[in-house]
């Protein structure tokens, strides 16, 4: 039974970027609820610790705070002590298509608010990152598989390249409820249901501190580009934003619409 409506809402939040990412999230978490309504709210946390993971105790304050599936990237097997979250969590994803011994699972399906059941899907890009598989040779099995369990999937792909992220989103148009993009940390302003019923978006954003360079404090960067040396990154601190879209979609699984929202943390 689902809700009344007919229609689903899922809330997306963009890469969660340090520590004043995810304390920005939890703080406006329930002001996004009141104003959106969701039925099931998506994260993807690769980045919540200092830009590199998602440590066992941000993973717990975020589904304690009610976020119903945390999604991964090219980062997200970084911090050790999330290994045994991944393995014994299911709503705690890694990218699907890592190394099959890689701990934990890239695919879930849950039961969320108003009786709707929803898969999401989770896969890092082949261009200019390491995965094991290529994202088009994994996803068919994967929404066949999802398929036999409910109408409303979901996809987020962690890629670099927007041209693998659109073609990705072409070959699923019809199949799947939403294709969303992350990794990129900058909110693109392509955000529309494409004409088979599937929304897409290139990138939700970043949900952190956006006066450095894509998270990370700007002079850090911007001596790299000059020096070529490198050194340890640090977060910024400043003009914190939280970003994402909002998702609807009918009984047919297919969505009716996506919108993208950035709003200031205090």
Not at 74 to 84: A, S, V, W
Not at 108 to 118: I, L
Request: proline letters at 3%; a negative charge.
């Amino acid at each position: 039974m689902s809700d009344a409506s007919g229609l689903l809402r899922v809330l997306f939040v963009g890469d969660v970027f340090g520590s004043v990412g995810l304390s920005a999230l939890l703080a406006k978490l329930p002001q996004l609820r009141e104003a959106h309504q969701p039925h099931m709210v998506v994260v993807n946390a690769e980045n919540a610790a200092s830009g590199s993971g998602t440590s066992a105790r941000q993973a717990k304050a975020l589904l304690d705070a009610g976020v119903d599936v945390l999604t991964g990237g090219n980062h997200t097997l970084r911090q050790t002590d999330l290994f045994p979250v991944l393995e014994s969590n299911a709503r705690v994803l890694r990218p699907d298509n890592l190394a099959p011994t890689a701990p934990g699972r890239g695919t879930v399906t849950v039961d969320v608010a108003g009786g709707f059941r929803v898969a999401v899907i989770n896969l890092v890009g082949s261009i200019f990152m390491d995965c094991a598989h290529s994202p088009f040779a994994v996803i068919d099995a994967l929404v066949e598989r999802a398929r036999r369990e409910t109408r409303w999937i979901l996809v987020d792909i962690h890629a670099e390249a927007t041209s693998e992220k659109v073609a990705l989103s072409r070959h699923l148009d019809g199949k799947v409820t939403a294709v969303v993009g992350t990794h990129t940390h900058v909110q693109t302003a392509d955000a529309r249901v494409l004409s088979g019923g599937t929304a897409y978006m290139t990138d939700l954003g970043m949900t952190g501190p956006h006066d450095g360079v894509i998270g990370v404090r700007s002079e850090i960067i911007v001596r790299r580009f000059l020096t070529g040396t490198s050194g340890r990154f640090e977060p910024a601190e400043g003009e914190v934003l939280v970003q994402g879209a909002l998702l609807e979609a009918g009984g047919d699984g297919l969505a009716r619409s996506i919108t993208a929202f950035s709003i200031a943390a205090e």
